[in-house]
């Protein structure tokens, strides 16, 4: 009874961390979404991670580019460098196929 009682514990853990995960993305995705709609370059770019990874949206690699530009666009290094990476990786993928 002991083992169940503990592994149902360690259960109910996992699932309450899933779940805060899951808030911390959408609050993060809507702080980066109103930064970018204010011209915050770090926040587009953050924003674009999140697209490109699929951290808490669908992974999306044509709005992760558009948001990378418009970081890069504003100053945001990281997200020149992580546009270019996109491209690069398009290019490959064209050449050698998916």
Known sequence: MKFFTVAFMFMFLGLVNI???YADEA??????SKGCEDKNAESC????????????VEQDNKKA???????????????C???????????????FGN
Do not use: P, R
């Open 19 to 21: 779940s805060v995960c």
């Open 27 to 32: 609050t993060l995705f809507t702080k980066y």
């Open 45 to 56: 770019y953050k924003l674009g991670f999140m697209y490109a990874s699929g951290d808490g």
């Open 65 to 79: 580019k558009k948001l990378y530009k418009k970081a890069c666009d504003g100053g945001n290094a990281e997200g």
């Open 81 to 95: 460098i992580s546009l270019e990476m996109l491209k690069s990786a398009d290019k490959l993928f064209k050449t």
